[in-house]
């Protein structure tokens, strides 16, 4: 029974991560303009997916770390009720995070339900100082690092444009407004002839103004050069992602035998939740943090995917999610676009991922000692 709901709640937490993180791969392409919103999720989904199978092959430190192998007793680590209460406590709160917006750390999320079972089970035993090293300092400092290298790189890229002579184009929009006729003197013909249409010029969303980018290297289009790119670059976010996070839910089910099994059910989980569950995460990260272009997009991306996938080889449990609202925030910085309430909450959120989840994860473990 035991090893049923541990199955249960390794979906479930599978699917909730898919929900808060499978889009912010892709999330500069929907934010820039460069695609719409199903074709971006698809994109994700594909990438995510692969991701996650690879992972059977290169990220066996993750999975051993986050089976919580180092912080309590061994002997604590290969009971299902303890697995248990980790994957259910971490679940809780992305989900929860995922139906309200907010774009917080499935990472962050198991540390806390790591820190909650395991002061519970493991009381004075919990080995802290590896919490530290191996856990919340990459957390801590990932975002900071992704913040200042999408900086200094937007900067770079900049000056590498204009020095192939690319120029940036941005159209304006004209659009019908409609105003009344309000002159008294005219009001009963006004209600006759109702009202009259003028044009006038705006500047518009990305969706509805777009930068372009005029210009050719070696022949060929720099727009259709970047766009591309930004397609690759968005995809080896995903698919990073996928490397990173399958491992930390997969070391859950370690107590259960037949390894590629636990591998194939979260990457199909995380697909799911994706693909249902997505979109109010993927509108904040994308449209809320900053306005961006696709050039910009590009350079967040780049940087996101750099540090995620290096961070993936060496077995250090960074959060998708920190790096990728840290470059996209550099990017906001850069240009002075970012909004601060919007960077604020989640920030917040970020704060309150853990001990929630601790919390969770704590009470969750106890009940299940009543029980089992």
Not at 59 to 81: D, E, H, M, R, Y
Not at 113 to 137: C, D, Q, R, Y
Request: with cysteine; net charge positive; aromatic share 8%.
């Amino acid at each position: 029974m035991i090893l049923i709901l541990l199955f249960l709640a390794t979906a479930f937490l599978a699917y909730s991560n898919g929900a808060n993180d499978n889009f912010k791969g892709v999330a500069t392409l929907f934010g820039s303009g460069t695609t719409n919103y199903k074709k971006a999720i698809r994109w994700a989904t594909i990438t995510t997916f692969l991701g996650s199978l690879t992972a059977i092959f290169l990220a066996g430190a993750l999975v051993k770390n986050f089976s919580g192998k180092g912080l309590i007793p061994n002997a604590l680590v290969q009971t299902p009720v303890f697995a248990v209460s980790i994957a259910l406590g971490a679940a809780t709160t992305v989900f929860v995070a995922s139906k309200i917006g907010m774009p917080i750390s499935t990472t962050h999320g198991l540390v806390g339900a790591l820190i909650g079972s395991g002061i519970v089970a493991g009381g004075t035993s919990f080995n802290f100082s590896k919490l530290v090293s191996t856990f919340l300092t990459p957390l801590i400092v990932s975002p900071i690092i992704a913040l200042i290298l999408s900086m200094v790189t937007y900067v770079l890229l900049s000056k590498a444009r204009i020095a192939l002579g690319i120029t940036k184009e941005t159209c304006f929009c004209v659009v019908d407004e409609c105003e009344p006729i309000v002159d008294s003197k005219f009001r009963s013909e006004a209600i006759a002839l109702g009202t009259e249409v003028h044009k006038k010029v705006v500047v518009g969303t990305n969706q509805e103004c777009v930068t372009k980018y005029n210009g050719t290297i070696f022949g060929i289009g720099a727009q259709t050069i970047l766009d591309y790119a930004h397609y690759i670059s968005s995809g080896v976010v995903s698919f990073a992602r996928g490397l990173n996070d399958t491992p930390k839910i997969v070391g859950l089910l370690l107590v259960i035998n037949v390894l590629d099994i636990k591998f194939g059910l979260v990457a199909i989980a995380m697909a799911v939740g994706g693909l249902l569950n997505a979109r109010k995460v993927g509108e904040t990260v994308s449209q809320k943090i900053t306005p961006m272009d696709r050039g910009q997009g590009f350079t967040a991306n780049l940087i996101t995917g750099i540090l995620v996938t290096t961070a993936s080889i060496h077995g250090l449990p960074v959060s998708t999610t920190h790096v990728s609202v840290g470059s996209i925030f550099g990017i906001g910085t850069s240009t002075k676009k970012a909004n601060i309430k919007i960077v604020s909450n989640i920030l917040m959120s970020w704060l309150l991922t853990l001990p929630i989840a601790a919390l969770f994860s704590a009470a969750i473990y106890w009940l299940l000692l009543k029980l089992f």
